[in-house]
């Protein structure tokens, strides 16, 4: 793979859910001039890069990961054109934008679904994956059947009007399942790639790809996947060779050997993200009761894997979890930030983590969102009408906003020095200012013992090497260091006290200093 997306080596990312982001013609839901109108707060907020969610046309029964039409903007957003011009806007900022790709599956209204479902063969017979008969369903899969005039179930990945695309199978025992090299999977393949050359070509940098390690069937470890992406690493390389990838697929060392440029550690599967943020005892927290030990395993081992690479995004949240407000409070909020803005890989900022953003609790589900809908209500700028997102009535916002009185807002926290706002930003330019913060410097785990805290790792590049030290902890703590301390390059809490190589950090304290 050509390394030549050198912007994402100090990448910050901000990811938008669009629709909650800013409306900018009052009727309830955010659009692409909204967020060109917020291009200058996110520049000054530090953050150079955006990951939008999807925004191409849908019926929007999984919030646009349902797509009808990959060539076209949802209207509901604006047109193709004014997704051209917040291209150029970022560009003119000297930002980079990603687009979310679906390549796993569609609506049941893209009009490929629609032809599959005729009995006679025609071309988008074999574009998703069928069974031969109604009364066979996919194994390990659920399926749509009974609606069209052809024999056959439909695998779906997700929801159930979510029909999956057909990229091949890594292992066939089944008549209707069809290898990798068979017509309709490199028919799909092929058409994926037309779809990344109109965006690629319309001004977007390249891509985050939702769910990239499902789309080969029956390949269990992978390989057939990593097959197909390097196949469209290849593609890349040739017409485009400056586009991003960055891949929802939890296994770096897959996706990377696959052709992606990063990957994300997701809130499932075998990265113990979980245990710093999201749990009953997180790390992040002033009680001081968790571990961050099996984390570190788990990285340690995806790190060699990866050849060291260090391209692992670990994001403050997403749309698919819990606000990370919800279990990390107060301080221990600027903490959890001075670990996401001092790790290796990019970091992703979730729209609203950056002012302690709120999970709304006891939303009704607003497409497709169920539990995750607390997750995605509209942004909160300032002390005006819906918080400044919408002109629109309250009642046809797209969902309900967090009313209570001391919610948080943008405004607010911009014009409080000590705000979490602020110490983001702090934290973005420090990391910004030293290469060894940035995405490829490398990390050696200092202290990350079984239950215990601080937790303490050496960032490096060239010849600067930097002690990071986080003790969320209500108690101070300690612990042995080879290293000695030169320069002190941030701090927030107390003071570190060094003597006879055993470093001492008060509670509450995250600390950043350059060593010899």
């Not at 992978?222 to 960055?246: C, S, Y």
Request: one cysteine or more.
């Amino acid at each position: 793979m050509k390394n030549n997306a050198a912007w994402l080596d100090n990448a910050v990312f901000y990811e938008i859910y669009p629709q909650s982001f800013n409306d900018s013609n009052g009727d309830g839901i955010g659009d692409f001039n909204g967020i060109i109108e917020k291009l200058d707060y996110i520049k000054e907020l530090g953050c150079n890069a955006l990951w939008i969610n999807p925004c191409f046309e849908s019926p929007f029964g999984d919030a646009g990961y349902d797509v009808s039409d990959y060539y076209s903007a949802a209207p509901r957003y604006g047109t193709n054109e004014d997704l051209k011009r917040l291209f150029a806007e970022c560009h003119k900022r000297d930002m980079h934008i990603l687009l979310d790709l679906v390549p796993g599956h569609t609506s049941v209204e893209h009009k490929w679904f629609k032809e599959s479902m005729k009995a006679e063969r025609n071309e988008f017979t074999d574009r998703y994956v069928w069974t031969d008969s109604i009364w066979e369903e996919p194994q390990g899969m659920g399926c749509i059947r009974g609606i069209s005039e052809r024999d056959g179930s439909c695998a779906v990945n997700f929801f159930s009007h979510q029909p999956a695309l057909n990229y091949g199978f890594y292992k066939c025992d089944r008549p209707w399942q069809q290898p990798m090299d068979a017509e309709g999977p490199r028919a799909t393949l092929e058409a994926l790639k037309d779809i990344m050359r109109f965006w690629l070509n319309m001004g977007c940098d390249g891509f985050r790809v939702d769910m990239a390690g499902s789309l080969v069937k029956h390949d269990e470890d992978g390989k057939g996947t990593i097959m197909l992406w390097q196949n469209v690493r290849e593609f890349l390389d040739r017409e485009f060779p400056e586009a991003a990838m960055v891949s929802e697929w939890g296994e770096p060392d897959k996706s990377l050997q696959g052709g992606f440029h990063m990957d994300f550690l997701l809130h499932f599967g075998p990265s113990h993200y979980n245990d710093l943020f999201r749990c009953e005892e997180p790390f992040f927290c002033e009680r001081g009761k968790g571990d961050v030990s099996e984390f570190v395993t788990k990285y340690l081992e995806n790190y060699e894997k990866s050849e060291r690479k260090g391209l692992i995004c670990i994001p403050s949240g997403n749309h698919d979890m819990g606000r990370l407000s919800q279990t990390v409070h107060g301080d221990t909020l600027k903490i959890a930030f001075a670990f996401l803005l001092s790790m290796p890989g990019a970091p992703f900022i979730y729209y609203g983590d950056e002012i302690g953003m709120r999970y709304v609790e006891g939303l009704a589900s607003v497409e497709g969102g169920y539990g995750r809908t607390g997750s995605r209500t509209p942004m909160q700028w300032d002390d005006t009408t819906n918080a400044g997102f919408s002109a629109a009535p309250r009642e046809k916002l797209y969902i309900r906003q967090d009313d209570t009185p001391d919610r948080p807002t943008v405004k607010a926290q911009m014009n409080d020095e000590s705000s979490l706002w602020h110490e983001i930003n702090r934290l973005i330019k420090i990391r910004q200012s030293h290469k060894a913060l940035q995405s490829k410097g490398e990390i050696k785990f200092v202290y990350a013992e079984k239950n215990a805290y601080p937790f303490a790792y050496l960032r490096s590049a060239d010849d600067e090497k930097i002690l990071v030290v986080l003790n969320p902890a209500d108690r101070e703590t300690s612990f042995d260091c080879g290293y000695t301390l030169t320069e002190k390059l941030y701090s927030f809490g107390g003071e570190l006290t060094s003597e006879n190589g055993r470093i001492t950090v008060p509670p509450c304290t995250a600390a950043f200093y350059k060593v010899k």
